[in-house]
C-alpha cells in the first residue's frame, strides 16, 4: 500500500545551502504573472453565463386587442416571455377588494412592484381591466384563476375570489395582492402599459413614465 | 500439456512487460484480490456496487440518449418544442429508443433508492465515524453531484415538469439577499427560464458534473481502500493481524464480495427490469405525467411537486413560512445555550450568543417575534434592517442547509460505539424518529399544499414537526449520543 516511503535525496537540507535565490525569485514572479493571467482568462468564461446580447434585446412592447373581453374574464398575452394577464373585472369583483383589505399583506402596495401612476386598491388605470404579471412573486410559478366566491371555490368560505398559486399555495386577492402569512413576499408585478384607445392596450411601454 | 504450459510463460511474460510499465498487478492486488474486507457483511452492503453499477448504467445509456436528443427550445415546423420533440422522436421512432430511454429514466430513480439505502446503511453502522471521515464526506459531494444531476437532466425532456421546476428552483436563489435577483438571472442567462438555460444545463448534464462525479467516485474509493471497510459490528478489523499482516476477520474483495455483489446485482436487475418493462413511468413518480406535456410558460400545471426524491427537502422549504420562524428561534437558541454550558472556551461562547442573537434578527428584525411593527427600518440594497430577511430566504437556506447537515454526523456523533448492534434505546428512538420524519416529508412533498392525511390529519402541522425531528436528529447529537446508554462492542466481529 501507500507505506513504503523512500529516502529522497536533498530533503529538509537541500532548501537552505545551495539554494539559488535570483532563480526562486524570478520563479515566484512568473508564478504570480501566471496566476494573473490564469485568473484573466476565467472573465470571459463567467462572462458567457450572462444574458446574451440577444436576449437582452428581446422583449418589445405588445400591443393588445382587448374589445372581446366580457366582464368577468381574463386574457393572457406573452411579454418578455412571461405571461400577462388582463382580467375584466365586473362589479361584484371590484367590490371583493374592500372586503379583501384586511386580510392583505400589503393592501396598499407600498412594497410592491408597480408604475408610479397605479394607485390605490384597483391597481389599475381603468378600475374594469386589471392588468398585471401573472408570476407569483415567491418562486415564479403562474398563478390559477380562481374567481369563484366563497365555499365552492373549495379555499375556504371567506374566500373573496382571487388566484392561486399551485406550487405553494400563495393566494392573492383580484388586484393582485398577496394575502397575509403566504410564502409571496409581495404582491404581483404590475408591468408598465398605457392605453393606446379605449379597446387598444399597449404593455411594456408607457407615456406618463414608469 | 507443454503447450499449455507454454502459453501460461507466455502470458506472464505479456503480463511481466505490462507491469514493468503500469501497476496493472498491484492495483488489481490492492483493490481486489488483496483487499481485505471484513467477513461479516450483510445485506446493507450490496448497495455500495449497486450505486456503481447504477452510474455505469447512467452513463452508457446517456452516451446513446446525447445521440438522438436536441437541446433547443425553439419551435419546430409543427409548434413544439424541438428538445421536447426529440424525446418523443427517440420513444417512437429510434430503433430501441423507448428501452434506452426507460433505463435512463427509471436508473436515475434506482440511484437516488440505492444511494439512500447506501447512506442509511452508514448511520446504522456508524460508517462515517474516525477514520472514514473523508470516505463519508467524498460521499456527500457524490450525493450532491447527483442531486444537480437530476435537477439539471430533468429540464431536458423540455415538458411542463421541467419548466416549471427548472423556474421554481432558480428562482430559490433569488431569494439570496443582495445578490439574489442577478444570481438567478446569471444562472438561467437569461430573464425566463429559455433555449439558453437548456443548452447550459444540458452541457452540466452530460460533461460538466458528470467529470466531477466520476472523479469523486474515484476519491470515495481510493478513501475507502486506504482506511478499510467498516462492518455491521462497527469494530476495526485492522486491530487484530494474523503473522502476514492480514487482518483475522477480514477476506480478499475478489473472489468473496465480487460474488456476493454479482448475486445483489442480479436481485437488482430482476426488480429493475421488472420497472423498466412494466411500470417505467413508476405511476407517475419516475416520470411524472405532466411532462408529456410541452413546456407552456404562460400556464403552470394545476400540481406541481419535484420528483420524489428531491421531496423530503422540498417539504422542508415548504414547511418554513413566518409562523414557523419562532420553534426555528427557539431550536437555535437551545442548541446554542447547551454548546455554551458544555464548552469552555471564550470564542465558542462568544460563537454561541453571536449565532443566537445574529439568527433572531435574520428572522425577525428589529420586531417582537414578528408580530409587531419594526421599531425603526432603514433598506440596503434590498435588505430591510427593521425586518429582518424573508422566510423565503430562510425556506431556501433550509433545504440547502438540511442537506448539508449529513456532512457534519463524524463530528456531531459522540457514542463510544459505532454500530446501531451497541447502541442503546435513547439513539435507536431517535433515530427511528428521524426516519419515519424523513419519509413523512417524503410523501407530503409529492402533495398540493393544504393536503391533510386521510382527509383529517393536516399536512402543514405534520411537516413542521417533522422538520423540528430532522433537525434535533442533527442537533442534539453531540449530547444524546453521550447520553446513550450503549453495550460494550465484541473485541472481534460476530460472524455466524
Known amino acids: ?210 | 500439456m507443454s503447450q499449455i504450459n507454454a502459453l501460461v510463460d507466455k502470458g506472464k511474460e505479456v503480463l511481466g512487460w505490462v507491469d514493468e510499465r503500469f501497476p496493472l498487478s498491484s492495483l488489481y492486488k490492492e483493490h481486489l484480490a488483496e483487499y481485505y474486507a471484513p467477513k461479516n457483511f450483510n445485506f446493507w452492503y450490496f448497495f455500495g456496487s449497486l450505486a456503481l453499477l447504477v452510474l455505469v448504467n447512467q452513463i452508457v445509456t446517456g452516451i446513446f440518449l446525447v445521440m438522438h436528443y436536441k437541446p433547443d427550445a425553439s419551435m419546430n415546423g409543427a409548434g413544439i418544442p424541438v428538445a421536447f420533440a426529440s424525446v418523443e422522436y427517440i420513444m417512437r421512432d429510434v430503433p430501441g429508443g423507448s428501452f434506452i430511454r426507460y433505463l435512463h429514466s427509471t436508473g436515475a430513480s434506482a440511484f437516488f433508492i440505492v444511494v439512500y439505502l447506501h447512506m442509511f446503511r452508514g448511520l446504522l453502522y456508524g460508517s462515517y465515524r474516525k477514520p472514514r471521515e473523508l470516505v463519508w464526506l467524498f460521499g456527500m459531494g457524490i450525493f450532491l453531484c447527483l442531486m444537480g444531476e437530476a435537477f439539471f437532466g430533468y429540464l431536458l425532456p423540455w415538458g411542463q415538469m421541467s419548466g416549471w421546476g427548472a423556474q421554481v428552483i432558480v428562482n430559490l436563489f433569488s431569494a439570496v439577499p443582495v445578490i439574489g435577483p442577478d444570481l438567478s438571472v446569471f444562472i438561467r442567462g437569461d430573464f425566463v427560464v429559455s433555449d439558453a438555460t437548456l443548452n447550459r444545463f444540458f452541457a452540466f448534464h452530460v460533461i460538466a458534473i458528470p467529470l466531477v462525479l466520476l472523479g469523486l467516485v474515484s476519491a470515495h474509493l481510493i478513501a475507502l481502500h486506504e482506511v478499510g471497510s467498516n462492518n455491521p459490528d462497527g469494530v476495526e478489523i485492522k486491530k487484530k493481524k494474523d503473522a502476514r499482516g492480514i487482518p483475522i476477520d477480514g477476506i480478499p474483495f475478489h473472489p468473496y464480495y465480487t460474488v456476493k455483489d454479482i448475486f445483489g446485482v442480479s436481485i437488482f436487475l430482476i426488480i429493475f427490469a421488472a420497472v423498466v418493462f412494466f411500470a417505467p413511468e413508476g405511476g407517475g413518480y419516475f416520470l411524472e405525467f405532466n411532462n408529456f406535456v410541452p413546456y407552456d410558460p404562460m400556464k403552470t400545471p394545476p400540481h406541481i411537486a419535484p420528483v420524489w426524491y428531491f421531496t423530503p427537502f422540498y417539504s422542508m422549504l415548504r414547511a418554513t413560512t413566518s409562523d414557523f420562524l419562532p420553534a426555528l428561534w427557539a431550536l437555535v437558541v437551545v442548541v446554542a445555550g447547551l454548546s455554551f454550558v458544555s464548552c469552555k472556551n471564550v470564542w465558542v461562547r462568544r460563537l454561541c450568543a453571536l449565532v443566537a442573537v445574529g439568527t433572531y434578527w435574520g428572522f425577525f428584525g428589529l420586531t417582537v417575534f414578528g408580530k409587531t411593527p419594526a421599531l425603526f427600518d432603514f433598506d440596503l440594497l434590498g435588505v430591510h434592517f427593521g425586518k429582518g430577511l424573508d422566510a423565503k430566504f430562510w425556506g431556501v437556506a433550509m433545504m440547502g442547509g438540511s442537506v448539508l447537515l449529513f456532512a457534519f454526523l463524524p463530528w456531531l456523533d459522540q457514542s463510544p460505539v459505532k454500530s446501531i448492534r451497541y447502541k442503546g434505546g435513547l439513539y435507536k428512538t431517535i433515530l427511528s424518529l428521524f426516519v419515519v420524519s424523513f419519509i413523512l416529508l417524503g410523501i407530503l412533498g409529492t402533495k398540493a399544499p393544504g393536503y391533510a392525511f386521510f382527509g383529517v390529519i393536516p399536512g402543514e402541522p405534520v411537516a413542521a414537526v417533522c422538520t423540528l425531528i430532522y433537525l434535533c436528529f442533527f442537533a442534539f447529537m453531540p449530547w444524546y449520543s453521550r447520553l446513550d446508554k450503549t453495550k460494550p462492542e465484541p473485541e472481534r466481529v460476530t460472524w455466524k
Not at chain 1, 462572462?47 to 366582464?71: M, N, T, Y
Not at chain 1, 408597480?114 to 412573486?137: H, L, N, W
Not at chain 1, 400563495?170 to 392605453?195: C, E, Q, W
Open chain 1, 1 to 210: 500500500m501507500s507505506n513504503d516511503k523512500q529516502d529522497v535525496p536533498g530533503g529538509a537540507s537541500f532548501s537552505c545551502s545551495c539554494a539559488d535565490t535570483n532563480r526562486r525569485q524570478l520563479l515566484a514572479a512568473t508564478a504570480v504573472v501566471g496566476g494573473a493571467v490564469g485568473v484573466g482568462t476565467a472573465v470571459p468564461f463567467v462572462a458567457s453565463f450572462l444574458p446574451s446580447e440577444r436576449a437582452k434585446a428581446a422583449g418589445a412592447p405588445v400591443e393588445v386587442d382587448i374589445s372581446r373581453l366580457q366582464p368577468g374574464e381574463m386574457m393572457t398575452v406573452e411579454w418578455r416571455g412571461k405571461p400577462v394577464w388582463i382580467v375584466r373585472r365586473n362589479k361584484e369583483m371590484l367590490e371583493s377588494l374592500k372586503k379583501s383589505e384586511t386580510m392583505l399583506a400589503d393592501p396598499g402596495s407600498s412594497r410592491s412592484d408597480q408604475p408610479s401612476y397605479i394607485k390605490g386598491m384597483a391597481r389599475a388605470i381603468k378600475d374594469e381591466y386589471f392588468v398585471c404579471v401573472g408570476i407569483c412573486t415567491h418562486l415564479g410559478c403562474s398563478p390559477t384563476a380562481k374567481f369563484v366566491p366563497g365555499a365552492e371555490s373549495g379555499i375556504g368560505d371567506d374566500w373573496p375570489g382571487g388566484f392561486l398559486c399551485p406550487c405553494h399555495g400563495s393566494r392573492f386577492d383580484l388586484s393582485g395582492r398577496v394575502f397575509k402569512s403566504m410564502p409571496a413576499p409581495d404582491n404581483l408585478v404590475i408591468p408598465p402599459h398605457t392605453y393606446l384607445s379605449d379597446t387598444r392596450l399597449i404593455i411594456g411601454e408607457d407615456t406618463k413614465g414608469a
